[in-house]
């Protein structure tokens, strides 16, 4: 082979990794990280951890990908260990559809076949691909055309390769190279080594699939080139776990574990059988469905063989690596920092996930921070509640910083315009939460004030407040509901309750400066009074933002020109709520004057 052949064999690797990386980008966007959701709610057999593996694994393209999600997974404290071995043995076997996909590219067979092979179907699929990818204006059909043109590129530098490798089956020296090959030891550590520097099976595999078409390749320098294979497949995860818990070194160590027990065994038991009583084919050429065949043979044999010892697995890698003192006790960080681990950045879907999680742990420390700093100015400071009610702000804070972190993070993958749609929310989402956090420490100072000066609410006052305050927690768990849910029509009755506590804030302040006039209230009291209603008026607007962020119709277009048209009484859902509140609230506050 000529300088220029090595070019055109190293520019259709190149074309081959790349399209395998759109295919595999393309598909985990299209499904939005769906199949990777589930693996977080995992909680069944080990069977069914195989299962899910394999389709999950199928769907992203990619072994390591899945397996460093597992690893994350159980970095967070998401998923158990035993529950990622199940999802780990499955990778293996999903990762063997890039091989049976990739076999098709020979195009034998009479026309109805020829007519679906990539010969045929690879440069159709790049077409309809690109007319997709430059015509469409959904970002749904964009993702189809490029899983399409990912197809097509895959194929196209599987060709390029083929082509470029095919003087070689002319050279003696390339025959001895394989013939090399069939030392067991130096296959496995071929196979494994360039594995680990592409960090793919699938790649390995399907290099080795462009190599066969030489007819130099004999299953005899195959066999063992694919048992090296699964295990160069493990570095990736291995590197990805470094810095990680124990937990997750383990997961990553059960890939490394399953894999090389696997391949010791098929060594012995295949080298065993030959020697005693010879294999015919040993000594043939193979082609790509056999390279794909062994490899998806292997894979299903191998957890075959060890689905049922999932708990030695377990045990083996807490022996590799043991249990520290204190390991199993209660995280000191809070789960929902946990589980936003950078491992799972690999599946914008998951992650986004994880992100929205966060949020509700935010929005329910928020709720009660308000209902402890709520009872708080109605009945009296409590220590150890106002201690509750800063220990958590704290961690509202610590939350805040961390999802924001996180999201800028995630904002720097490849998004479709959804992802970037919902990193934005998330965003703005955190940014109301802390605010309604900071607006309940608020409350806690006023009612702190008025325990400091040893002095009350008046009867009136204190049943304007208990009514008030009523409103603003129905509004606030009206909202964190919607979010929680992600409930656009539940979102709707949010903006009509927060006008109604707009007028009653305005109702109240009056009725107070009418006692103050009178000699009714204090100063002091008249203040906190005052103060505490502008701090739970606040809560409201943050609710209010909340709900446009989720309300049907906010998204494409300007959120005041939203709410606008929703003011201007057109709306006739939005009129009926408006006045049930108002005779819930303001007509409720007006009886008690």
Not at 176 to 186: C, G, H, K, Y
Not at 332 to 342: H, K, W
């Given at each position: 082979m000529d300088f220029f052949g090595f070019v055109s064999l190293f520019g259709g690797l190149a074309l081959f990794l790349y399209g395998m990386s759109v295919l595999g980008g393309s598909l985990e966007k299209a499904s939005e990280g769906r199949l990777e959701k589930i693996l977080e709610r995992l909680t069944g057999s080990a069977l069914r951890g195989v299962l899910l593996g394999a389709v999950v694994t199928a769907a992203i393209q990619s072994s390591s990908a899945a397996t460093v999600i597992v690893v994350g997974l159980v970095n967070a404290r998401v998923m158990k260990l035993r529950q990622a071995i199940g999802v780990i043995m499955g990778a293996n076997i999903g990762t063997t559809i890039t091989a049976h996909i990739l076999r098709l590219s020979g195009g034998e067979g009479g026309f109805l076949l020829r007519l679906i092979a990539p010969t045929t179907l690879a440069p159709a699929m790049a077409i309809a691909g690109i007319l997709f990818f430059m015509l469409a204006k959904g970002d749904r059909l964009r993702e189809v055309g490029q899983m399409l043109l990912g197809f097509g590129v895959l194929f196209t530098g599987m060709f390029q390769m083929e082509a470029a490798v095919r003087p070689l089956?002319?050279?003696?020296?390339?025959?001895?190279?394989?013939?090399?090959?069939?030392?067991?030891?130096?296959?496995?550590?071929?196979?494994?080594?360039?594995?680990?520097?592409?960090?793919?099976?699938?790649?390995?595999v399907g290099i080795l699939q462009a190599l066969s078409s030489t007819g130099a390749i004999t299953w005899a320098a195959a066999v063992p080139i694919i048992l090296g294979q699964n295990i160069g497949t493990c570095v990736t995860p291995i590197l990805a776990s470094v810095g990680a818990s124990k937990n997750a070194k383990r997961a990553a160590l059960v890939h490394l574990t399953l894999n090389l027990l696997g391949t010791g065994v098929f060594l012995c038991g295949i080298y065993g059988v030959q020697h005693l009583i010879g294999l015919p084919f040993w000594g043939d050429v193979i082609d790509k469905g056999g390279i794909a065949n062994f490899h998806t043979f292997f894979n299903v044999s191998v957890t075959a063989l060890f689905l049922p010892f999932v708990g030695l697995l377990e045990r083996c890698v807490y022996l590799l690596v043991p249990q520290e003192?204190?390991?199993?006790?209660?995280?000191?960080?809070?789960?929902?920092?946990?589980?936003?681990?950078?491992l799972l950045l690999v599946s914008p879907g998951l992650a986004l996930e994880q992100a929205h999680a966060a949020t509700c742990r935010m929005a329910a420390l928020a709720q009660e921070n308000f209902s402890l700093a709520r009872e708080m100015i109605l009945s009296g400071v409590e220590e150890e509640k106002a201690a509750r009610l800063l220990r958590q702000e704290k961690l509202v804070d610590t939350l805040q910083d961390r999802v924001e972190t996180y999201l800028i993070q995630l904002s720097r993958r490849h998004l479709t315009e959804g992802g970037k749609g919902a990193v934005s929310r998330l965003l703005h989402m955190i940014g109301e939460l802390e605010r309604v956090s900071d607006q309940a420490e608020n409350i806690l100072e006023d009612a702190q004030l008025l325990e400091k000066a040893g002095i009350s609410f008046s009867p009136g006052a204190k049943a304007e407040m208990e009514l008030y305050s009523a409103a603003v927690t129905e509004i606030l768990d009206t909202a964190i509901r919607a979010w929680e849910n992600r409930d656009p029509e539940l979102a709707r009755s949010i903006e009509p309750l927060e006008q109604v506590v707009d007028l009653a804030e305005e109702y109240l302040k009056d009725r107070h400066i009418s006692r103050l006039r009178d000699g009714d209230c204090t100063v002091d009291a008249a203040f906190a009074f005052v103060e505490a209603l502008s701090s739970m008026e606040r809560i409201a607007d943050h609710c209010s933002n909340i709900g446009v962020l989720l309300a049907p119709g906010s998204r494409e277009g300007d959120s005041h020109a939203y709410l606008h048209a929703l003011h201007k009484g057109q709306d006739p859902d939005y009129i009926r709520a408006y006045r049930g509140y108002e005779e819930k609230y303001l007509a409720s506050l007006r009886t008690l004057s």
């Open positions: 089956r002319e050279l003696p020296a390339f025959a001895q190279l394989f013939q090399a090959m069939t030392n067991p030891i130096l296959g496995v550590l071929v196979g494994a080594g360039v594995t680990a520097v592409i960090q793919s099976s699938s790649a390995s003192e204190g390991e199993g006790q209660a995280p000191q960080e809070d789960p929902a920092v946990l589980a936003l681990d950078p």
